[in-house]
């Protein structure tokens, strides 16, 4: 296993178009976590998963966004309608179980034009 | 809610000097925490976990201490070398609520050779 991995890395999109990344965890593990980060500021969670269930979601996952793990392997985030402002670097990481070493993937850089 | 702040925001150090990077947090009800590197437009990468119980972790020329009940951890790195070059981020573990990490904005690190 390498890793956690998402694709894509770059994603250049037009203002008002629906993009979807993915996040593929490191195989065992059951928590996968959506952060969100701007230049110069540390990444913000936006929700995480215990296998297949959503169990939280940050006031700044909007009505725009959404985000599933269907089997509870590989996760899915929507953007719908995007913004300007939506413009960041979206990363994913995993865990084996609550409280252990999280572990980050590359990141998907999205740039809204 | 927990704040992270990072000390210094920037530091320019040449190449083989020791140096200690500052990370507080205002909630001390934290499992772990955990540093992490990051070099630009990648993702993170885990350097040192150190479990609320344990008062430090050391790999290779790394070492991180944890100060739960004052808020305070740091980041050691001894004979820096310019490929420590990167953005060092502190993220607290809460103690409920799973993995959801809080990151302060880092330290830009640049050890000039």
């Known amino acids: 296993d390498t890793g956690v991995s998402q694709d894509p890395r770059h994603k250049i999109t037009k203002r008002g178009q629906n993009v979807t990344f993915r996040c593929d965890p490191i195989?065992?593990?059951?928590?996968l976590y959506w952060y969100r980060q701007t230049l110069g500021q540390g990444p913000e969670f936006l929700t995480y998963f215990q296998n297949e269930a959503q169990l939280e979601k940050s006031r700044l996952l909007s009505d725009r966004f959404s985000a599933e793990r269907p089997k509870g392997s590989f996760s899915t985030l929507e953007i719908q309608r995007t913004e300007q402002g939506d413009s960041a670097m979206y990363l994913c990481?995993?865990?084996?179980?609550?409280?252990?070493?999280?572990?980050f993937g590359q990141g998907t850089r999205l740039t809204v034009v | 809610k927990q704040e992270v702040t990072q000390i210094p925001a920037a530091l320019s150090v040449p190449e083989g000097e020791n140096l200690v990077l500052n990370c507080s947090f205002t909630?001390?009800?934290?499992?772990?925490l955990q540093w992490f590197r990051q070099d630009p437009g990648k993702g993170l990468t885990s350097l040192l976990l150190?479990?609320?119980?344990?008062r430090e972790q050391t790999s290779g020329r790394l070492n991180a201490s944890l100060d739960k009940s004052s808020g305070r951890s740091t980041l050691y790195i001894a004979a820096s070398q310019p490929g420590d070059s990167a953005t060092y981020l502190c993220?607290?573990?809460?103690?409920?609520?799973?993995?959801?990490?809080?990151f302060g904005a880092g330290t830009i690190l640049r050890v000039k050779s």
């Open positions: 990481a995993s865990s084996l179980h609550a409280n252990t070493e999280a572990f």
């Open positions: 993220a607290p573990g809460p103690l409920m609520g799973g993995n959801k990490l809080v």
């Open positions: 195989s065992e593990h059951n928590r």
């Open positions: 909630d001390s009800a934290i499992y772990n």
């Open positions: 150190i479990q609320s119980s344990q």
